[in-house]
């Protein structure tokens, strides 16, 4: 986070020793929080993702390359489905809403999609 905000306090919560307040969260209920490599993210009950954290690899849809506070994801990321699950790996975020999962980039247009239908296909053929 330091080398990429130079000249930028970081919030606390970057810097913390011990478990602390994200800020930026204050006026949503989170219902899942996850943690990446170097992200995290949040599902709100009202269906949004919030992520902060670095985008080193785009799995953020967002265009900066590190974001200090958390950033709502737009909802034409998905669809304008509201997102029911998310799940990170090392370096990417998975969100699901009732008919597709989505993975990748939004700030770029590329956003893969996986329909529910496809997902049932594939698994069926194993």
Not at 7 to 28: D, H, I, M, Y
Not at 52 to 67: D, R, V
Request: proline letters at 4%; a negative charge.
């Amino acid at each position: 986070g330091r080398r990429l905000c130079p000249g930028q306090t970081l919030p606390l919560f970057f810097t913390a020793k011990e478990p602390s307040r994200v800020t930026g969260l204050e006026n949503s209920k989170a219902m899942c929080v996850l943690a990446g490599s170097d992200h995290s993210a949040s599902l709100t009950d009202a269906g949004e993702v919030y992520v902060w954290g670095s985008n080193k690899h785009g799995q953020l849809a967002n265009e900066a390359a590190f974001l200090p506070v958390p950033q709502k994801i737009e909802a034409h990321c998905f669809q304008n489905e509201k997102v029911t699950a998310i799940w990170s790996g090392w370096t990417h975020l998975v969100a699901q809403t009732d008919t597709e999962l989505h993975s990748g980039r939004c700030g770029d247009e590329f956003l893969e999609l996986w329909s529910q239908e496809a997902l049932q296909v594939d698994s069926a053929s194993r």
